[in-house]
Protein backbone atom coordinates (compact mmCIF):
# COMPACT_ATOMS: atom_id res chain seq x y z
CA UNK A 1 0.00 0.00 0.00
CA UNK A 2 0.95 3.63 -0.29
CA UNK A 3 1.93 5.72 2.95
CA UNK A 4 -1.12 6.77 2.68
CA UNK A 5 -4.45 6.95 0.82
CA UNK A 6 -8.08 7.86 0.51
CA UNK A 7 -10.49 4.85 1.57
CA UNK A 8 -13.89 7.46 1.36
CA UNK A 9 -15.04 11.13 1.65
CA UNK A 10 -18.52 12.56 2.95
CA UNK A 11 -20.09 15.39 1.79
CA UNK A 12 -23.53 15.94 3.16
CA UNK A 13 -25.69 19.17 3.79
CA UNK A 14 -27.86 18.37 6.54
CA UNK A 15 -31.33 20.17 7.13
CA UNK A 16 -32.35 18.80 10.83
CA UNK A 17 -34.23 20.81 13.05
CA UNK A 18 -34.68 23.44 11.24
CA UNK A 19 -30.79 23.63 11.27
CA UNK A 20 -28.55 23.92 8.03
CA UNK A 21 -25.49 21.94 8.94
CA UNK A 22 -22.73 21.12 5.95
CA UNK A 23 -20.28 17.87 7.31
CA UNK A 24 -17.06 16.81 5.75
CA UNK A 25 -15.45 13.44 6.80
CA UNK A 26 -12.24 11.93 5.29
CA UNK A 27 -11.58 8.13 6.25
CA UNK A 28 -7.99 7.84 5.06
CA UNK A 29 -5.51 4.66 4.99
CA UNK A 30 -2.52 5.14 6.68
CA UNK A 31 0.85 2.97 6.89
CA UNK A 32 2.32 2.76 10.18
CA UNK A 33 6.01 3.54 9.91
CA UNK A 34 6.46 5.17 13.59
CA UNK A 35 4.14 5.71 16.45
CA UNK A 36 4.49 9.36 16.47
CA UNK A 37 2.87 10.73 13.27
CA UNK A 38 0.97 13.89 11.55
CA UNK A 39 -2.02 13.00 9.49
CA UNK A 40 -3.83 16.23 7.66
CA UNK A 41 -6.65 16.34 5.66
CA UNK A 42 -5.67 19.71 3.31
CA UNK A 43 -8.73 21.20 1.39
CA UNK A 44 -10.37 24.32 -0.11
CA UNK A 45 -14.54 24.97 -0.92
CA UNK A 46 -15.90 27.12 -3.28
CA UNK A 47 -14.29 30.53 -1.77
CA UNK A 48 -10.45 28.97 -2.92
CA UNK A 49 -8.80 29.35 0.38
CA UNK A 50 -6.64 26.27 1.75
CA UNK A 51 -7.22 24.93 5.12
CA UNK A 52 -5.83 21.99 7.03
CA UNK A 53 -7.88 19.78 9.26
CA UNK A 54 -6.43 17.50 11.60
CA UNK A 55 -6.67 12.97 11.46
CA UNK A 56 -7.31 11.13 14.43
CA UNK A 57 -6.51 7.30 14.63
CA UNK A 58 -9.66 5.35 14.29
CA UNK A 59 -8.50 1.82 14.03
CA UNK A 60 -5.48 -0.38 13.72
CA UNK A 61 -5.08 -3.12 10.97
CA UNK A 62 -2.58 -5.34 12.48
CA UNK A 63 0.90 -4.13 12.67
CA UNK A 64 1.23 -1.86 9.35
CA UNK A 65 -1.84 -0.21 8.47
CA UNK A 66 -4.05 2.30 10.25
CA UNK A 67 -7.44 3.91 9.85
CA UNK A 68 -7.44 7.51 10.46
CA UNK A 69 -10.40 10.13 10.09
CA UNK A 70 -10.97 13.90 9.89
CA UNK A 71 -14.31 15.48 10.61
CA UNK A 72 -15.57 18.87 10.42
CA UNK A 73 -19.34 20.74 10.40
CA UNK A 74 -20.38 24.19 8.94
CA UNK A 75 -23.45 26.06 9.72
CA UNK A 76 -25.44 28.01 7.38
CA UNK A 77 -26.03 30.71 10.60
CA UNK A 78 -22.16 31.03 11.30
CA UNK A 79 -20.22 33.76 9.57
CA UNK A 80 -18.81 31.83 7.23
CA UNK A 81 -21.16 30.31 4.42
CA UNK A 82 -21.03 26.53 3.79
CA UNK A 83 -18.07 25.23 1.16
CA UNK A 84 -20.08 23.97 -0.76
CA UNK A 85 -18.03 21.54 -3.62
CA UNK A 86 -14.92 20.48 -2.15
CA UNK A 87 -10.92 19.85 -3.46
CA UNK A 88 -8.68 18.15 -0.87
CA UNK A 89 -5.38 16.47 -0.52
CA UNK A 90 -3.57 13.94 1.89
CA UNK A 91 -0.78 14.80 4.28
CA UNK A 92 1.32 12.38 6.16
CA UNK A 93 4.20 13.67 8.33
CA UNK A 94 6.38 10.90 10.10
CA UNK A 95 9.82 10.45 11.19
CA UNK A 96 11.19 13.49 9.19
CA UNK A 97 9.69 12.43 5.70
CA UNK A 98 6.56 13.48 4.34
CA UNK A 99 3.65 11.74 1.75
CA UNK A 100 0.69 13.27 -0.41
CA UNK A 101 -2.59 11.52 -1.48
CA UNK A 102 -2.94 14.46 -3.97
CA UNK A 103 -5.07 12.10 -6.73
CA UNK A 104 -1.58 12.37 -9.12
CA UNK A 105 -1.33 15.94 -8.30
CA UNK A 106 -5.16 16.55 -9.55
CA UNK A 107 -6.78 16.48 -5.99
CA UNK A 108 -9.40 15.00 -4.65
CA UNK A 109 -12.74 16.37 -5.47
CA UNK A 110 -16.25 15.62 -3.93
CA UNK A 111 -19.72 17.76 -4.69
CA UNK A 112 -21.68 19.59 -1.93
CA UNK A 113 -24.57 17.39 -0.80
CA UNK A 114 -23.15 14.23 -2.45
CA UNK A 115 -23.16 11.72 -0.61
CA UNK A 116 -20.11 9.39 -0.42
CA UNK A 117 -17.45 8.96 -2.70
CA UNK A 118 -14.93 5.94 -2.35
CA UNK A 119 -11.61 5.14 -3.36
CA UNK A 120 -10.99 3.76 -7.14
CA UNK A 121 -10.58 -0.23 -6.80
CA UNK A 122 -13.21 -0.51 -4.07
CA UNK A 123 -17.06 -1.42 -5.18
CA UNK A 124 -18.26 -3.07 -1.38
CA UNK A 125 -17.37 -0.61 1.65
CA UNK A 126 -18.80 -0.37 5.26
CA UNK A 127 -18.82 3.37 5.77
CA UNK A 128 -20.56 3.00 8.88
CA UNK A 129 -18.55 0.98 11.24
CA UNK A 130 -17.61 2.04 15.06
CA UNK A 131 -15.78 0.14 17.18
CA UNK A 132 -17.20 1.04 20.14
CA UNK A 133 -20.61 -1.03 21.59
CA UNK A 134 -21.89 1.37 23.94
CA UNK A 135 -23.32 0.51 27.54
CA UNK A 136 -27.01 -0.52 26.80
CA UNK A 137 -27.14 -0.57 23.07
CA UNK A 138 -28.49 -3.78 22.10
CA UNK A 139 -28.31 -3.42 18.32
CA UNK A 140 -25.58 -2.45 15.55
CA UNK A 141 -26.33 -0.50 12.65
CA UNK A 142 -24.26 -1.29 9.64
CA UNK A 143 -24.34 1.02 6.43
CA UNK A 144 -22.69 -1.06 3.60
CA UNK A 145 -21.90 1.45 0.24
CA UNK A 146 -22.33 -0.65 -3.32
CA UNK A 147 -21.32 0.53 -6.67
CA UNK A 148 -24.13 0.37 -9.10
CA UNK A 149 -21.65 -1.20 -11.38
CA UNK A 150 -22.20 -4.54 -9.28
CA UNK A 151 -26.09 -4.71 -10.08
CA UNK A 152 -26.39 -5.74 -6.58
CA UNK A 153 -29.39 -8.40 -5.92
CA UNK A 154 -28.92 -9.23 -2.12
CA UNK A 155 -26.47 -7.40 0.27
CA UNK A 156 -25.84 -9.33 3.78
CA UNK A 157 -24.07 -9.27 6.67
CA UNK A 158 -22.43 -12.38 7.74
CA UNK A 159 -21.71 -12.06 12.15
CA UNK A 160 -21.09 -13.88 14.94
CA UNK A 161 -20.89 -13.13 18.89
CA UNK A 162 -18.84 -16.07 19.84
CA UNK A 163 -15.56 -16.79 17.66
CA UNK A 164 -17.19 -18.13 14.69
CA UNK A 165 -18.46 -20.85 16.78
CA UNK A 166 -21.71 -20.24 15.23
CA UNK A 167 -22.67 -17.45 13.17
CA UNK A 168 -26.03 -15.23 11.56
CA UNK A 169 -26.81 -14.11 8.39
CA UNK A 170 -28.73 -10.69 8.00
CA UNK A 171 -30.18 -9.36 5.01
CA UNK A 172 -29.35 -5.35 4.35
CA UNK A 173 -31.98 -2.94 2.67
CA UNK A 174 -31.90 -0.25 -0.14
CA UNK A 175 -33.46 2.90 0.66
CA UNK A 176 -34.17 5.19 -2.57
CA UNK A 177 -34.55 8.27 0.51
CA UNK A 178 -31.56 7.08 2.71
CA UNK A 179 -29.98 10.20 2.11
CA UNK A 180 -33.03 12.27 3.04
CA UNK A 181 -34.43 10.22 5.40
CA UNK A 182 -31.07 10.29 7.48
CA UNK A 183 -29.82 13.78 7.00
CA UNK A 184 -32.88 15.82 5.20
CA UNK A 185 -29.86 15.82 2.17
CA UNK A 186 -30.99 16.34 -0.94
CA UNK A 187 -28.24 13.12 -2.34
CA UNK A 188 -29.64 10.67 -4.46
CA UNK A 189 -29.09 7.03 -3.66
CA UNK A 190 -27.46 6.11 -5.43
CA UNK A 191 -25.89 9.26 -6.28
CA UNK A 192 -23.80 11.04 -9.00
CA UNK A 193 -20.78 8.90 -8.01
CA UNK A 194 -22.53 5.54 -8.30
CA UNK A 195 -23.13 4.73 -5.18
CA UNK A 196 -25.51 3.01 -3.76
CA UNK A 197 -26.76 2.63 0.26
CA UNK A 198 -28.07 -0.76 1.77
CA UNK A 199 -28.80 -0.33 5.58
CA UNK A 200 -29.28 -3.61 8.47
CA UNK A 201 -29.25 -3.46 11.60
CA UNK A 202 -28.26 -6.65 14.21
CA UNK A 203 -29.75 -7.81 17.47
CA UNK A 204 -26.68 -8.21 19.38
CA UNK A 205 -27.95 -8.22 22.87
CA UNK A 206 -25.76 -8.71 25.91
CA UNK A 207 -23.07 -9.73 23.50
CA UNK A 208 -19.11 -8.11 24.50
CA UNK A 209 -18.41 -8.26 20.91
CA UNK A 210 -19.38 -8.85 17.30
CA UNK A 211 -17.45 -9.50 14.50
CA UNK A 212 -18.59 -9.22 10.65
CA UNK A 213 -18.13 -9.19 7.27
CA UNK A 214 -20.41 -7.89 4.16
CA UNK A 215 -21.15 -10.42 1.26
CA UNK A 216 -22.76 -8.69 -1.72
CA UNK A 217 -24.64 -11.01 -4.42
CA UNK A 218 -24.59 -10.13 -8.31
CA UNK A 219 -26.58 -12.82 -9.55
CA UNK A 220 -23.07 -14.16 -11.09
CA UNK A 221 -20.86 -14.34 -8.30
CA UNK A 222 -20.62 -12.85 -4.75
CA UNK A 223 -18.11 -9.65 -3.36
CA UNK A 224 -17.11 -9.72 0.06
CA UNK A 225 -15.72 -6.70 2.10
CA UNK A 226 -14.05 -8.53 5.06
CA UNK A 227 -11.86 -5.32 6.20
CA UNK A 228 -8.84 -5.88 4.27
CA UNK A 229 -8.60 -9.57 5.79
CA UNK A 230 -9.25 -8.98 9.11
CA UNK A 231 -12.78 -8.45 9.60
CA UNK A 232 -14.66 -5.49 11.21
CA UNK A 233 -15.02 -5.97 15.02
CA UNK A 234 -17.03 -3.84 17.75
CA UNK A 235 -16.71 -4.27 20.97
CA UNK A 236 -17.76 -3.08 24.81
CA UNK A 237 -14.75 -1.36 26.55
CA UNK A 238 -12.55 -3.30 28.33
CA UNK A 239 -12.43 -3.47 32.40
CA UNK A 240 -9.20 -1.81 32.85
CA UNK A 241 -6.88 -1.86 35.94
CA UNK A 242 -4.51 0.24 37.49
CA UNK A 243 -1.76 -0.75 40.19
CA UNK A 244 0.15 1.99 42.25
CA UNK A 245 2.16 2.10 45.40
CA UNK A 246 2.22 5.85 46.43
CA UNK A 247 4.95 6.01 48.68
CA UNK A 248 2.80 7.44 51.47
CA UNK A 249 3.79 11.32 51.19
CA UNK A 250 7.39 11.08 50.64
CA UNK A 251 7.22 12.90 46.56
CA UNK A 252 8.04 16.73 46.12
CA UNK A 253 4.98 18.27 44.24
CA UNK A 254 2.85 16.11 45.85
CA UNK A 255 -0.16 17.95 45.05
CA UNK A 256 0.94 17.94 40.99
CA UNK A 257 1.39 14.07 41.38
CA UNK A 258 -2.02 13.81 42.96
CA UNK A 259 -3.40 15.77 39.92
CA UNK A 260 -1.22 13.67 37.24
CA UNK A 261 -2.58 10.33 38.95
CA UNK A 262 -6.45 11.65 38.50
CA UNK A 263 -5.61 12.69 35.24
CA UNK A 264 -4.27 9.26 33.56
CA UNK A 265 -7.27 7.54 35.26
CA UNK A 266 -9.63 10.34 33.45
CA UNK A 267 -7.55 9.75 30.17
CA UNK A 268 -7.74 5.79 29.89
CA UNK A 269 -10.58 4.92 31.09
CA UNK A 270 -9.13 3.03 33.76
CA UNK A 271 -12.01 1.24 35.86
CA UNK A 272 -10.53 0.07 39.05
CA UNK A 273 -7.98 1.49 40.61
CA UNK A 274 -5.66 -0.71 43.70
CA UNK A 275 -3.68 2.12 45.66
CA UNK A 276 -0.71 0.83 48.22
CA UNK A 277 0.98 2.82 50.53
CA UNK A 278 -2.01 5.24 51.16
CA UNK A 279 -1.11 7.71 53.74
CA UNK A 280 -2.99 9.76 56.00
CA UNK A 281 -1.58 12.08 58.74
CA UNK A 282 -1.26 10.18 62.07
CA UNK A 283 -3.35 12.14 64.47
CA UNK A 284 -2.32 10.17 67.48
CA UNK A 285 -3.50 7.04 65.96
CA UNK A 286 -7.01 8.78 64.94
CA UNK A 287 -5.94 9.42 61.28
CA UNK A 288 -7.09 12.61 59.37
CA UNK A 289 -9.22 11.72 56.34
CA UNK A 290 -9.25 15.00 54.65
CA UNK A 291 -5.11 14.07 54.09
CA UNK A 292 -6.34 10.82 53.04
CA UNK A 293 -4.40 9.99 49.65
CA UNK A 294 -7.00 7.61 48.12
CA UNK A 295 -9.82 10.32 48.95
CA UNK A 296 -7.95 13.39 47.71
CA UNK A 297 -7.11 11.38 44.39
CA UNK A 298 -10.82 10.67 44.36
CA UNK A 299 -11.91 14.32 44.92
CA UNK A 300 -10.04 15.36 42.17
CA UNK A 301 -11.03 12.94 39.44
CA UNK A 302 -14.81 14.07 40.55
CA UNK A 303 -13.72 18.27 40.38
CA UNK A 304 -11.27 18.19 37.31
CA UNK A 305 -12.73 15.42 35.52
CA UNK A 306 -16.48 15.29 36.60
CA UNK A 307 -16.02 11.53 37.66
CA UNK A 308 -17.37 9.74 40.35
CA UNK A 309 -15.35 6.78 42.08
CA UNK A 310 -16.68 4.76 44.85
CA UNK A 311 -13.52 4.04 47.75
CA UNK A 312 -12.71 1.50 49.99
CA UNK A 313 -9.36 1.94 52.35
CA UNK A 314 -7.96 0.75 55.38
CA UNK A 315 -4.99 1.17 57.25
CA UNK A 316 -2.17 -1.42 58.82
CA UNK A 317 0.39 0.40 60.20
CA UNK A 318 2.22 3.95 61.19
CA UNK A 319 4.62 4.97 58.11
CA UNK A 320 7.49 6.89 58.08
CA UNK A 321 6.90 8.17 61.40
CA UNK A 322 3.83 9.92 60.69
CA UNK A 323 1.12 8.50 58.56
CA UNK A 324 -1.55 5.95 58.74
CA UNK A 325 -0.18 4.29 55.59
CA UNK A 326 -2.60 1.43 54.07
CA UNK A 327 -4.37 0.12 51.00
CA UNK A 328 -7.93 1.35 48.99
CA UNK A 329 -9.74 0.51 46.01
CA UNK A 330 -10.90 3.01 43.88
CA UNK A 331 -13.70 1.57 41.38
CA UNK A 332 -15.99 2.67 38.45
CA UNK A 333 -18.46 0.44 39.91
CA UNK A 334 -20.72 0.07 43.14
CA UNK A 335 -19.22 -1.96 45.78
CA UNK A 336 -21.85 -4.64 45.96
CA UNK A 337 -19.27 -6.45 49.24
CA UNK A 338 -15.90 -5.19 50.45
CA UNK A 339 -13.83 -6.24 53.37
CA UNK A 340 -10.32 -5.94 55.04
CA UNK A 341 -8.30 -7.81 57.06
CA UNK A 342 -4.44 -8.46 58.11
CA UNK A 343 -2.69 -11.54 56.01
CA UNK A 344 0.51 -11.29 58.55
CA UNK A 345 0.81 -12.69 62.04
CA UNK A 346 1.56 -9.21 63.50
CA UNK A 347 -1.45 -6.60 63.66
CA UNK A 348 0.91 -4.08 65.84
CA UNK A 349 0.61 -0.41 64.26
CA UNK A 350 3.97 0.41 65.63
CA UNK A 351 5.10 -2.72 63.50
CA UNK A 352 5.37 -2.32 59.65
CA UNK A 353 5.04 -5.71 59.11
CA UNK A 354 1.57 -5.30 59.68
CA UNK A 355 0.04 -5.76 57.05
CA UNK A 356 -3.80 -5.46 55.78
CA UNK A 357 -5.59 -5.81 52.85
CA UNK A 358 -8.72 -4.74 51.37
CA UNK A 359 -10.97 -6.00 48.98
CA UNK A 360 -14.10 -5.62 46.71
CA UNK A 361 -16.78 -6.86 45.26
CA UNK A 362 -18.36 -5.03 41.76
CA UNK A 363 -20.08 -5.85 38.83
CA UNK A 364 -18.51 -5.51 35.44
CA UNK A 365 -21.09 -4.80 32.89
CA UNK A 366 -21.18 -7.67 30.24
CA UNK A 367 -18.49 -9.99 32.58
CA UNK A 368 -20.35 -10.39 35.31
CA UNK A 369 -19.02 -10.73 39.11
CA UNK A 370 -15.11 -9.41 39.72
CA UNK A 371 -13.42 -10.10 42.96
CA UNK A 372 -10.58 -7.09 43.36
CA UNK A 373 -7.86 -7.55 46.26
CA UNK A 374 -5.59 -4.54 46.87
CA UNK A 375 -1.91 -5.70 48.63
CA UNK A 376 1.00 -4.51 49.86
CA UNK A 377 3.75 -7.41 51.19
CA UNK A 378 6.13 -7.76 52.77
CA UNK A 379 9.83 -8.53 52.02
CA UNK A 380 10.71 -12.58 52.08
CA UNK A 381 12.40 -12.07 54.79
CA UNK A 382 10.02 -10.52 57.11
CA UNK A 383 7.21 -12.65 56.60
CA UNK A 384 6.29 -12.96 52.69
CA UNK A 385 5.35 -16.63 52.40
CA UNK A 386 3.00 -16.58 55.72
CA UNK A 387 1.39 -13.20 54.38
CA UNK A 388 0.60 -14.89 50.82
CA UNK A 389 -0.44 -18.03 51.97
CA UNK A 390 -3.52 -15.82 53.85
CA UNK A 391 -3.98 -13.97 50.60
CA UNK A 392 -4.42 -17.04 48.80
CA UNK A 393 -6.84 -18.85 51.02
CA UNK A 394 -9.03 -15.85 51.68
CA UNK A 395 -9.08 -14.95 48.25
CA UNK A 396 -9.87 -18.95 47.18
CA UNK A 397 -12.95 -18.65 50.07
CA UNK A 398 -14.09 -15.48 48.19
CA UNK A 399 -13.98 -16.99 44.62
CA UNK A 400 -17.43 -18.60 44.93
CA UNK A 401 -19.67 -20.35 41.93
CA UNK A 402 -21.04 -16.96 40.45
CA UNK A 403 -17.31 -14.80 40.65
CA UNK A 404 -15.85 -14.43 37.15
CA UNK A 405 -12.56 -13.43 37.82
CA UNK A 406 -10.75 -12.61 41.21
CA UNK A 407 -7.71 -10.49 41.02
CA UNK A 408 -4.76 -9.72 43.33
CA UNK A 409 -3.23 -6.73 42.92
CA UNK A 410 -0.27 -4.20 44.18
CA UNK A 411 2.93 -4.40 45.64
CA UNK A 412 4.52 -8.15 46.32
CA UNK A 413 8.00 -6.94 47.49
CA UNK A 414 8.97 -9.68 45.25
CA UNK A 415 11.04 -9.35 42.04
CA UNK A 416 9.98 -11.11 38.95
CA UNK A 417 11.47 -14.73 39.27
CA UNK A 418 12.11 -14.37 43.24
CA UNK A 419 11.55 -17.11 45.17
CA UNK A 420 8.38 -14.54 46.29
CA UNK A 421 7.33 -14.67 42.83
CA UNK A 422 7.78 -18.57 42.14
CA UNK A 423 6.01 -18.87 45.11
CA UNK A 424 2.92 -16.62 43.93
CA UNK A 425 2.60 -18.92 40.77
CA UNK A 426 3.81 -22.13 41.87
CA UNK A 427 0.48 -22.72 43.53
CA UNK A 428 -1.01 -23.02 39.56
CA UNK A 429 -3.73 -20.87 40.55
CA UNK A 430 -2.97 -17.37 40.02
CA UNK A 431 -0.92 -16.12 36.78
CA UNK A 432 0.98 -12.87 36.01
CA UNK A 433 -1.67 -10.84 33.56
CA UNK A 434 0.48 -8.42 32.83
CA UNK A 435 3.23 -10.33 31.77
CA UNK A 436 0.94 -12.49 29.45
CA UNK A 437 0.11 -9.27 27.26
CA UNK A 438 4.07 -7.38 27.76
CA UNK A 439 5.76 -10.57 27.04
CA UNK A 440 3.97 -13.91 25.91
CA UNK A 441 6.66 -15.62 25.21
CA UNK A 442 7.95 -15.35 28.96
CA UNK A 443 5.15 -16.09 30.13
CA UNK A 444 4.14 -19.28 27.78
CA UNK A 445 7.75 -20.46 29.07
CA UNK A 446 6.79 -19.84 32.37
CA UNK A 447 3.02 -20.97 32.81
CA UNK A 448 2.54 -23.29 29.96
CA UNK A 449 5.87 -25.01 29.00
CA UNK A 450 7.00 -24.58 32.98
CA UNK A 451 10.36 -23.51 31.94
CA UNK A 452 12.83 -23.06 35.48
CA UNK A 453 15.30 -20.86 33.90
CA UNK A 454 14.25 -18.07 36.01
CA UNK A 455 17.29 -15.84 36.09
CA UNK A 456 17.41 -15.83 32.09
CA UNK A 457 13.80 -15.27 32.06
CA UNK A 458 13.36 -12.07 34.49
CA UNK A 459 16.81 -10.71 34.15
CA UNK A 460 15.42 -7.26 32.63
CA UNK A 461 12.24 -7.53 34.24
CA UNK A 462 12.50 -5.49 37.29
CA UNK A 463 8.87 -5.03 38.45
CA UNK A 464 7.79 -6.03 42.27
CA UNK A 465 4.38 -4.52 41.71
CA UNK A 466 1.84 -7.41 40.25
CA UNK A 467 -1.58 -8.03 38.61
CA UNK A 468 -2.49 -11.94 38.90
CA UNK A 469 -5.24 -13.30 37.90
CA UNK A 470 -6.48 -16.21 39.34
CA UNK A 471 -7.09 -19.32 36.67
CA UNK A 472 -9.93 -20.30 35.15
CA UNK A 473 -12.36 -17.47 35.18
CA UNK A 474 -13.86 -16.27 32.44
CA UNK A 475 -11.40 -13.06 31.65
CA UNK A 476 -8.38 -12.52 29.46
CA UNK A 477 -5.73 -10.09 29.41
CA UNK A 478 -5.68 -8.81 26.77
CA UNK A 479 -3.56 -5.29 26.69
CA UNK A 480 -1.08 -4.03 29.00
CA UNK A 481 0.70 -0.76 29.47
CA UNK A 482 3.40 0.72 32.45
CA UNK A 483 2.35 3.90 33.63
CA UNK A 484 4.32 6.75 35.51
CA UNK A 485 8.16 6.24 33.78
CA UNK A 486 9.47 9.82 32.43
CA UNK A 487 8.41 8.80 28.97
CA UNK A 488 4.36 8.04 30.26
CA UNK A 489 2.19 10.48 32.30
CA UNK A 490 5.88 11.36 34.45
CA UNK A 491 7.33 10.11 37.81
CA UNK A 492 4.86 10.21 40.72
CA UNK A 493 6.34 7.49 43.13
CA UNK A 494 9.10 5.46 43.19
CA UNK A 495 7.27 2.51 41.88
CA UNK A 496 5.74 2.46 38.55
CA UNK A 497 2.14 1.57 37.93
CA UNK A 498 0.97 -0.67 35.90
CA UNK A 499 -2.40 -1.08 33.82
CA UNK A 500 -4.00 -4.39 32.43
CA UNK A 501 -7.02 -4.15 30.15
CA UNK A 502 -9.27 -7.69 29.96
CA UNK A 503 -11.82 -9.11 27.85
CA UNK A 504 -14.28 -12.00 28.09
CA UNK A 505 -12.38 -15.19 26.96
Request: charged share 25%.
Amino acid sequence: MKPIELLYARNVIARLKQVVEQELEFTLLVENLAYDKLVEVHWAGEDGIWQVLKATHLDSQGKDREIWRAQVKFCAYSKYRLPGNIRFALRYRVSGQEYWDNNAYRNYRIDGDSGVMIQNGISLLDIGSRQQLQRGQHSYPITVAVHRSLNPRHVSIRWTTDNWKTYHQTPCFFQTDYWFRTFRSSAGNPNRYGWEIWKSDIGIGDAFKIEYAISCDTGRRRIWDNNFGKNYVARRENFKILTLNLHCYQEDHQEEKFNQIAKSISDLNIDAVCLQEVGENWNKGRGDWKSNAARIIRERLKKFHHLSFHLHTDWSHIGFNRYREGTAILSRYKFLAKDSGYISRSRDPYDIHARRVVMAQVHIPYMGLVNIFSCHLSWWNDGFQEQFENLRRWANLRHTGGVTATFLCGDFNSKAGSRGYILAIGTKEYEDAFLEVASRDTFNKVFRQSSQDWEDLFADDHRIDYIFMKKGGNLKASSARTLFTEHDYGRVSDHCGYVVEFEPR
